[in-house]
Nanobody, 122 residues
Framework: EVQLQASGGGLVQTGGSLRLSCAAS????????IGWFRQAPGKEREGISC????????FYDDSVKDRFDISTDVAKNTVYLQMNSLKPEDTAVYHC???????????????WGQGTLVTVSS
């Protein structure tokens, strides 16, 4: 059975840090681009970071650049999102998605995982 599960969310104060995990089972991340999305209440979903396993290239939206870091543990088939200097506007449900490399990051044609809630208090 194919599963993609995001975890690691929680409540944190402004300026704090969290590390999210995106774990896959039933398939290997190799051959995929793994993207992190978030959706805040009343707002559209946005893709904020991605790693392409074809060349290990990474992408960060301007809203999270220099604060968030995406990394991988191939042996664990897991992608992490280290989130530092968190702000109240980072409050959202965070999801990860695995899209076939030919389609690229954020294409949403592959697998989509259950999200994890991040709440940043002011």
């Amino acid at each position: 059975e194919v599963q993609l599960q995001a975890s690691g969310g929680g409540l944190v104060q402004t300026g704090g840090s969290l590390r999210l995990s995106c774990a896959a089972s039933g398939f290997s991340f190799l051959g995929y681009a793994i993207g992190w999305f978030r959706q805040a209440p009343g707002k559209e979903r946005e893709g904020i970071s991605c790693i392409n396993f074809n060349d290990n290239s990474t992408f960060y939206d301007d809203s999270v650049k220099d604060r968030f870091d995406i990394s991988t543990d191939v042996a664990k088939n897991t992608v992490y999102l280290q989130m530092n200097s968190l702000k109240p506007e980072d409050t959202a449900v965070y999801h990860c998605a695995a899209d076939p490399i030919p389609t690229g990051c954020f294409s949403l044609v592959g697998y989509w995982g259950q999200g994890t809630l991040v709440t940043v208090s002011s």
